[in-house]
């Protein structure tokens, strides 16, 4: 919201400057983002008179040789390129010396054969306006030699003000004006009010004064919305024969609809400079003055205003909601198919606006228009954001009413509109006044006067209460028969006895401790004390609250998982691999390039209804292809040698529950509720997957490195089974991505928690990674659950004698895994063996076609004694003679 | 074997052979056959290549002061049998005269003052001092034959002698010991400005860390740590935190929905669906924090990205005021950002808190003081904002069966992301998804 500070003086004229008031503003929670100043830097512009014109012919174009005079009696030269003015026009001259916006200096200069001394000035050259058009003509009654900045008040500043989607009101100079006076505790005239006296040539009077006030009264609401509903067709009939016939179908969607029509608008009207100035400050393109008026109005004082050329409206109004396979051709000329949840204002032909969001082409003002119904409404804030965002057709009008517009607003809107087409446009104003009432009756808050302090951590008398709520607005009383309850909330009374009236104060006796408030008809956002507190303490100013701590019972710290999760990124981190976070959505494609079959969980992928890209429409089922986008993005930019890591939830559809109903939120769900929510979610597991390509040992001068191999991958999950204290087991598998004869299965207390190994050449493919590229990935929730149902580690007894060392090479069948081997010795060297160790893998001529020679070496020991060489020698004999059993290893000799 | 030889090489001698030492050797299932070289074990104490210790020209001072201990002991009254086993024939007993002993010393001493290495020193104590033909072992044998009375006497002149030589010895020892060392530390420099890291260390990422420090200051207070699920329900995400049906949030421009529309699942957009299960699954009073995943509908691009991070604090117990949230506020803001640093609260609005505020701090790079702007970090504003905060509005606690009029509560949160971005400089919020190591490894393992 743009406020143009001498808008906003008029409402409090004795506002500091405009950093001052920023400053201020954003104390109370307005956030300004900008303050800019405007025409500050004019200097030297003055009106002159144009006294003769005489035309200068070259061979490019024609300009004028104009005499201006500028002074009592003083003429200067000027040639001028535009033709849009006359002998006798007033004009803006800038003279020798005088600076324009921009810091552009003028000078005399020879040209055309003449010395122009200075530059008859347009409006944009004046940056007033973006109107390049042709030179600004000013009335024929501007005093000669006047200066023109001070002529046009174009000194100004303008506050780009960020209003909170609460804060309706805060679109509009009154909102804004009212927050000013407050933080300044400057008086405050409200320009609503100003705008309520008559028309002068109105002629109505009596009428006028049926317009309810700000805080108009519910009886009168619901005497009015019985005519509306009972009249239709002829609504208004019972309050004003004149009145434009209006039927409100819809009264929740539209609780107030006033109707005012002006006949004999001058088609040739133009808005005066200073409006025209103040709409473009604004950030609005001025276009007509009726079009200006509404939007002068809008920004003025809140209401948006449809003007409807009356000549094209056919019958009564009824505002209603669409129905099926209506449509209408909006004002920017797009033709929309109507939803029935749409509120239309509709007249005999069908729809004619979308009420509160945009009006149609066939009762758009033209220059021909001459007589115009002013519509000043209340639209339901969802009705006017769901049309809105149905049709994606944001607009200034919607915007309010999204945010709540003022529903006591609408006939002094509509009366200040009335008002600036017959001064501006010479049109009279129908003594008419169609309003249809069916505001509901206001809220009344019974506001303990404890709560400001419980909430704010600091006393707040009670006078400081009233005042601040006063200063919103608020009418306030100590009870509900209350005398006054001191300066400025007097009247208050009255609105809370009409409050109080129709919700009918059933002995809602207040005690001592609380106040009774009425939040201003402005301010829909205010329902509960907790509002009100928030009103009280940011008037006061949130610096003036204490600064403390709670005081906390003792916590429990990370719990160990946490711990857990935190020291596997850590362990990874120092073996090497580069935390990443990738985003994780990715493609239809992404199973196919993995290699997964239908019925694998990590093809049960969860869809984005609405992705940011189609071909990312979906979560990620497993960290890998996230983490492949890294390592191939580094790869092109020189980074071939990757070991990265990422730990994160992956998401898996699963067989899905039937949507259960929302609970409701005026109470606490139970617990069936929050399961059958629960129940509904998809598998989110925690995952750490590290991708490796390139060396993991650089080359350097200490040689050519290490290429990162399937065993790194297995490393890396290693590295986070130690981390976590869970010990890994091993075995091959053959799943996908990974490279059927270098898969590692991993798996922890008989659960399988990962893979490890090299790629598929057929995944490397698809992907575009580097040959031989390797992956992990585990699943890091089960494994920390096994690490947590692990009982305390038992410490082992220590031996303090030698130990016996016992070295044995065994050929077996290429196809033997190791771990099948050493699981066998183990068993058989039984609890002597301290440690076992595979020392030398070999293949080849010597020990025969598909065998192996593995050479261990055991380290035999006891707690209790020193082995003999017979003992040991027999521990490794049964070690041996076991392998041979389960593995048909045999001794190699 | 001499000892100076036997320290020869400190890889033989230092280390023992495992076999040596084990509990009786068997050398017959030692090692594999002879064809395949037989698997060696790789041991640490195998020389490396460039070492000093591959030079086995050089004896290991260490190693050859071990061995010294093993030197027939020279002193008279421990007689070792061999001495007694001396062949007869072959003593002199004139050798124990005052002018032979005197004549020994000299030519010995000399000898070995003038010993150019430690090999030929080795040498010459063998030939003057150690050795079975040494002049004075010979002398010795002779002492027996010496009628009594002159032994005493002769045993003196005799220890006396050995004495002055191995005196010569050992000064003369120091002297090419010293030598050696000079030589072969001065030999064995390397250049130790060569890079060594074979196995560089990664680095965690900079949000991880954040928000792990982040935590850190919270845990330290009394908070606990408080997670939820991602992809969440409506319920949670906006019905409970009193965003009703029609709030702009909701708006799909803004949020990401599971497929299908009305499965009421969606993409958290923020970590306070977290507040409102902790509030219905912990017993009050609840202090945590809410570190976690966010997702907005944003493509990635300079200033957006449709996944970050969020860290949300919520504190309900009874009496909590805002006096209290400013004060943790400040806790939390001289964390990110170093103390000192003044902090404000601006009126704001937020649907699940009233009252509301945004949380600004100071700008640490000017400190609004214009005499330091142009500022890059704040814009010159002076103030950076953080994050929004409030008292938990009491549509939420009621939703999560908190009386209200009893408990009061307040939450704050934050962007990971943007804090990151100011306090490590970084200009792309892309750097934080993209994954490039360059960006990644700036920040260590982040401790
Ligand atoms: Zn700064």
Known sequence: ?893 | MPPSTQSADPHRSDVPDPSAASAGGDPSSRRTGPEHAGPVRPSADRPEPGSAASNSAVPDRAASERTEPDRPDPRPGSQRPSSQRGDPASVDPGALGPDRLEQVRLQASAAIATAGDLDELAALRTLHLDGRGAPLALARRALGALPPPERAEAGRRHNAATAAIRAAYEARLAELTAERDARVLVEERVDVTLPGTRRPLGARHPLSALSDHLVDVFVAMGYEVAEGPEAEHDWFNFEALNLGPDHPARSSHDTLYVDPVGSGLLLRTHTSPVQIRTLLSRPLPVYVVCPGRTYRNDAVDATHSPVFGQLEGLAVDEGITMADLRGTLEVFAQALFGSGLATRLRPSYFPFTEPSAELDVACFACRGEPARQPCRVCSDEGWIEVGGCGMVDPNVLVACGVDPARYSGFAFGMGLERAAMIRHDVHEIRDFVDGDVRFGLSFGTGN
């Not at chain 1, 979308?354 to 409404?377: C, R």
């Not at chain 1, 303990?448 to 600091?458: F, I, K, N, S, Y």
């Not at chain 1, 239908?598 to 292809?625: F, K």
């Not at chain 1, 082992?796 to 016996?804: G, H, L, N, Q």
């Open chain 1, 1 to 893: 919201m743009k406020i143009v500070m001498s808008w906003l003086r008029e409402a409090v004229p004795a506002l500091p400057p405009a950093k001052a008031v920023a400053d201020a503003l954003i104390r109370a929670g307005f956030e300004v983002e900008a303050v800019e100043p405007v025409g500050h830097d004019l200097a030297g512009v003055v009106v002159g008179e144009v006294v003769s014109i005489e035309i200068v012919r070259t061979k490019k174009k024609d300009v004028r040789w104009v005499q201006v005079r500028v002074a009592e009696a003083a003429t200067r030269g000027v040639i001028c390129g535009a033709f849009n003015f006359a002998v006798g026009d007033r004009v803006a001259v800038a003279l020798p010396g005088a600076v324009l916006p921009g810091g552009f200096t003028i000078t005399a200069r020879r040209t055309y054969g003449q010395l122009s001394e200075g530059m008859i000035c347009s409006a944009s050259e004046l940056g007033i306006g973006d109107d390049h058009g042709g030179i600004l003509v000013l009335p024929p009654d501007t005093p000669v030699g006047t200066d023109v900045a001070e002529l046009l008040d174009l000194a100004d500043d303008v506050l780009d003000i960020a209003v909170t989607p609460d804060r309706g009101y805060g679109l509009s100079v009154r909102g804004i004006a009212r927050e000013a006076a407050a933080a300044f505790g400057l008086p405050f005239d409200d320009p609503a009010e100003a705008a309520s006296v008559p028309v002068p040539a109105g002629r109505g009077d009596d009428r006028e004064r049926a317009v309810p006030e700000q805080t108009a009264s519910g009886q009168t609401a619901s005497g009015q919305a019985g005519a509306g509903q009972t009249g239709a067709g002829q609504t208004g009939a019972g309050q004003d024969a004149a009145g434009y016939p209006v039927v409100v179908e819809d009264t929740a969607a539209c609780s107030r609809y006033v109707a005012r029509v002006v006949t004999g608008v001058r088609p040739d009207a133009v808005t005066p400079l200073r409006l025209a100035r103040r709409l473009a400050l604004s950030g609005m393109r001025p276009i007509s003055v009726p079009v200006d008026v509404t939007n002068l109005i809008m920004l003025g004082l809140g209401q948006p205003l449809h003007a409807f050329d009356r000549a094209k409206l056919s019958g009564p109004i009824v505002v209603r909601r669409a129905r099926e396979g209506e449509r209408l051709v909006t004002l920017d000329g797009v033709k929309r198919e109507l939803d029935p949840e749409d509120l239309v204002i509709a007249d005999g032909s069908g729809p004619v606006a979308l009420a509160g969001v945009m009006g149609g082409a066939s009762t758009e003002i033209s220059a021909d228009t001459t007589e115009i119904l002013i519509e000043a409404a209340h639209f339901d804030p969802v009705a006017v954001a769901r049309t809105a965002r149905r049709h994606q057709l944001g607009s200034e009008a919607s915007r309010r009413f999204e945010r709540g517009v003022d529903p006591a607003l609408a006939p002094a809107a509509a009366h200040a509109a009335l008002r600036l087409l017959t001064e501006l446009a010479g049109a009279t104003a129908e003594a008419g006044v169609t309003d249809i009432d069916h505001r509901p009756a206001p809220r009344l808050i019974t506001f303990p006067l404890a709560e400001t302090a419980r909430l704010g951590g600091r006393p707040y008398p009670a006078e400081i209460v009233r005042r601040r709520l006063a200063e919103v607005g608020c009418a306030v009383a100590d009870t509900i028969t209350g005398a006054g309850t001191g300066d400025g909330v007097g009247d208050g009374t009255e609105a809370i006895a009409d409050a109080v009236a129709p919700a009918g104060a059933d002995g809602d006796s207040v005690g001592d401790g609380a106040l009774l408030v009425v939040p201003p008809s402005w301010r829909p956002d205010l329902t509960r004390p907790a509002d009100l507190v928030e009103e009280v303490i940011r008037l006061e100013g949130y610096d003036t609250i204490p600064v403390t701590l709670p005081r906390l019972p003792a916590g429990r710290g990370l719990t160990r998982g946490q711990r857990i999760r935190r020291a596997v990124g850590t362990a990874l981190a120092h073996q090497g691999y580069v935390e990443v976070l990738t985003v994780p959505f990715v493609g239809d494609d992404t199973p196919d390039r993995l290699g997964l079959t239908s019925d694998d969980t990590r093809a049960a992928v969860v869809r984005i209804a609405n992705p940011i890209a189609e071909d990312a429409a979906n979560l990620r089922t497993t960290l890998l292809p996230g983490l492949f986008a890294a390592a191939i993005r580094n790869i092109g930019r020189g980074q071939a040698d990757l070991a990265l890591f990422e730990t994160g939830l992956v998401f898996r559809a699963t067989a899905t529950a039937a949507t259960p109903p929302t609970p409701a939120v005026d109470r606490r769900p139970d617990d069936a509720e929050i399961a059958a929510l629960n129940a509904v979610l998809p598998e989110q597991p925690r995952l750490v997957a590290v991708v490796l390509t390139g060396r993991r040992e650089p080359a350097g001068w200490w040689g050519p490195g290490q290429p990162a191999t399937w065993q790194d991958a297995i490393d890396a999950a290693h590295t986070v089974a130690a981390a976590t204290g869970v010990d890994l087991t091993v075995t091959a598998d053959a799943l996908t991505p990974w490279h059927p004869g270098r898969c590692a299965r991993l798996s922890a207390d008989g659960q399988v928690v990962g893979y490890a190994g090299e790629l598929h050449p057929r995944v490397i493919a698809a992907y575009g990674l580097p040959a031989r590229a390797c992956a992990m990935e585990l699943d890091l929730d089960t494994v920390i659950e096994i690490a947590l149902a692990r009982p305390p580690v038992t410490a082992p007894a220590v031996s303090t004698y030698p130990p016996a060392d016992r070295d044995i090479a065994l050929v077996v069948e290429a196809g033997v895994p190791v771990a099948r081997v050493t699981e066998a010795l183990r068993r058989g060297a039984g609890d002597l063996l301290e440690a076992l160790t595979l020392f030398d893998v070999y293949e080849g001529s010597q020990i025969g076609e598909g065998k192996r020679s593995l050479a261990f070496g055991l380290r035999l020991r006891a707690v209790d004694r020193t082995l003999t060489a017979q003992e040991a020698n027999a521990a490794r004999d049964v070690a041996i003679a076991e392998a041979t059993r389960l593995t048909g290893a045999v001794l190699r000799t």
